[in-house]
């Protein structure tokens, strides 16, 4: 079994900040690309990062310059630190992680349970 278990999120005023964690747990072999999604009522999931075992990152757009994603790979765990935070930001924000489990010969892609992000205007 794997787990990917998200914490962080929260209320917060417009131009503000928070910071979202995810830590990865049980067999798992190794891990590639880690990040996060996100999903607005009526809209559909949409990337928000991505950061690979190698540290390369990539962002949406729409969040380049106030999110940084960043990881630790000894805890498999992956951040992201959200400031200057818009109402356009409320969404639920899913972890991600692509990674191999001990028990399979191919990578397999993860998600968490979810955790809800509302910025008020």
């Known amino acids: 079994q794997v787990q990917l278990v998200e914490s962080g999120g929260g209320l917060v005023q417009a131009g503000g900040s928070l910071r979202l964690s995810c830590a990865a747990s049980?067999?798992?072999?190794?891990?590639?690309?880690m990040g996060w999604f996100r999903q607005a009522p009526g809209k559909q999931r949409e990337l928000v990062a991505v950061i690979t075992s190698g540290g390369i990152t990539n962002y949406a757009n729409s969040v380049k310059g106030r999110f940084t994603i960043s990881r630790d790979n000894a805890k498999n765990t992956v951040y992201v630190q959200m400031d200057s935070l818009k109402p356009e930001d409320t969404a639920v924000y899913y972890c991600?992680?692509?990674?191999?489990?001990?028990?399979?010969?191919?990578?397999?892609?993860?998600w968490g349970q979810g955790t809800q992000v509302t910025v008020s205007s």
């Open positions: 991600y992680a692509r990674l191999r489990r001990t028990d399979s010969v191919r990578d397999t892609d993860t």
């Open positions: 049980g067999s798992i072999l190794s891990i590639n690309a």
